[in-house]
Nanobody, 125 residues
Framework: VQLQASGGGLVQAGDSLRLTCTAS????????LAWFRQAPGKEREFVAA????????PYADSVKGRFAISRDNSKSTVILQMNRLKPEDTAVYYC???????????????????WGQGTLVTVSS
């Protein structure tokens, strides 16, 4: 299983950025996907997730209304559209996949068995 995240970069506050994560080695449509992030000196935290059928998309309160997660099963890709970025969004963003995660556990990193390598997002003020 491989998850390849990309799209990070250096932007200014208020800008937008689009992260993508492409999976290989799995039956993508059978997996729930999530984005987590880890800021310098902090623990990794949940950002957003999308259930395998796309019916559930929980978000962290800190990004609700600014970020949007979506998936393209035909391309085995999960996308995180990030708008109105803030300096506190600066972090390494990781994508994760799970075939077995249940709704109540979608925000827990322990629920995800497969992880990508991370992509750095830096938001300057």
């Amino acid at each position: 299983v491989q998850l390849q995240a990309s799209g990070g970069g250096l932007v200014q506050a208020g800008d937008s950025l689009r992260l993508t994560c492409t999976a290989s080695g799995i039956s993508f449509r059978d997996y729930s996907l999530a984005w987590f992030r880890q800021a310098p000196g902090k623990e990794r935290e949940f950002v957003a997730a999308i259930k395998r059928g796309g019916s559930e998309t929980p978000y962290a309160d800190s990004v609700k209304g600014r970020f949007a997660i979506s998936r393209d099963n035909s391309k085995s890709t999960v996308i995180l559209q990030m708008n109105r970025l803030k300096p506190e969004d600066t972090a390494v963003y990781y994508c994760a996949a799970s075939r077995t995660v249940i709704s109540s556990s979608m925000m827990r990193e322990q629920a995800y068995a497969h992880w990508g390598q991370g992509t750095l997002v830096t938001v300057s003020s």
